[in-house]
Structure formats: C-alpha cells, structure tokens
C-alpha cells in the first residue's frame, strides 16, 4: 500500500532550486512526524530535515541548513523540501518518511517510506 509519495526531483545545475513533495495518507500525515532522507550511491541513507506533527518545530541537517528547508501544507496532507543552492554533493535519492515521534535522525525510527525521488545537480 503506497502511504507516501515524492516527487519533484529532476536535473539542475549547480546553484539551482528544486522543491521537493511528499503527498501522504491522512491517516499518517495527521498523526505522525515527518522526514526527509537522501541516499547517494555507495552511501548510507542520511537525515536530512524533520517537522513536528504542528509545523511549528524544525530542525534541518548541518550539511543543509541555511539552504534546505521543510514545510507542511496541512490541507493537502503534503511535506516539502525547498532546496536552494544546490551543490553537485546534493545529490541522491531522497525519501520522505513518517515516525511516531519528533525528532529523529535515525532512518531505523520511521515506520513509512516514500519510493524516493531522483535528484542530480551537475556541475
């Protein structure tokens, strides 16, 4: 049963934004916090924001912050990573993700995935 849902990854150049979207069932998104993973090829799928259940807190990984940011919009039950700046190590898989409490870092704390979505930032 698919529960989450990226999209809006794609190709850019270096410098470039991309806004990333997690539509997710209601029954997750009014209930659980939310996440965002990337995965590069060859390496571990690693933390990059998470948003409370409210919207209220935030908290963005240090490889991002100050570029990244995560934003809910409640009536359409969807998370989004706004990526500024984007560098050619932005690049990756990246996940949404659904856990029972805020704020967890670790992949293995969240009970529902997205398929990911394609991310490349050329150079």
């Keep these: 049963q698919v529960q989450l849902v990226e999209s809006g990854g794609g190709l850019v150049q270096a410098g470039g934004s991309l806004r990333l979207c997690c539509a997710a069932s209601e029954h997750i998104f009014s209930v659980y916090a939310m996440g965002w993973f990337r995965q590069a090829p060859g390496r571990e799928r690693k933390f990059v924001a998470a948003i409370s259940r409210s919207g209220t807190r935030r908290y963005v990984a240090d490889s ?60």
């Design 64 to 123: 991002v912050r100050g570029r990244f940011s995560i934003s809910t919009d409640n009536a359409k039950n969807t998370v989004y990573l706004q990526m500024n700046s984007l560098k050619p190590e932005d690049t990756a898989v990246y996940y949404c993700a659904a856990a029972e409490v805020y704020l967890k870092i670790t992949k293995d704390d969240y009970s529902y995935w997205g398929q990911g979505t394609q991310v490349t930032v050329s150079s």
